[in-house]
C-alpha cells in the first residue's frame, strides 16, 4: 500500500494562525486598556462622594441639633453631639473647631479613621485633609495646585444672608 500525501492529517495550529490571534488580542487589548485604567479615577470619586454624603449628614444632624437647642439661626454658639462640643455657625458645624469646640473636621474623623493624611504629613499622590479658615478640604493632592483638584470641600455659612446662611459642599474631580 502506497501512502499518499492527502492521507495525513494535520492537528494543531499554522504559524499563520497564531500569529493572527496574537494580533487580535493585541487589538483587543489596545481598545479595553483605556476601560482598565479608567477604574482608579472612579474608585477615588466614589470615595469621595462617600465623603461628601457624610459631611451632608454630618452637617444636617449637626443643624438638627442646633434647632432643638434653639441655636439655629445664632452666628456663633456651641452643641453637644457625640459627646464633644462642637462649634456651630448659623446652626452649622465650623470647618475647624476653636473656644474649645471641635468643627466638621474632628466631627468626621477623616484624618484617623480612613487613613487620609492631614496636610502637614502629605506626599503627592495622598489623601489630603484640608482645613482652612472657612473650608474643609479632602481629596487627591489638593495642596498641589488646582490643575490637579480631585477633592471634595465644606464651606461653612458665611452669615451675609440668603443661601449663605447654609453650608456648602463643592467637588472637583477634574484632577483625579
Sequence with gaps: MARTALSHKHTGFTLIELVVVIIILGILAVVAAP???NLSRDAKISALEGVKAAMNSTATFAY???SIEGTEKDDRSQVMMND???EMKLGYPE???ENGGVGMNELMQIDSE???CLASSCDAGDVNVIQGSSTYSVGYNVLFGEAESCYVR????TG???QADTFTITEDYTGC
Design 35 to 37: 476601560k482598565f485604567i
Design 154 to 157: 465644606y464651606i461653612e455659612p
Design 160 to 162: 451675609t444672608g440668603g
Design 64 to 66: 438638627a441639633r442646633s
Design 95 to 97: 470647618s475647624y473647631g
Design 114 to 116: 480612613l487613613d487620609f
Design 84 to 86: 464633644q462640643l462642637v
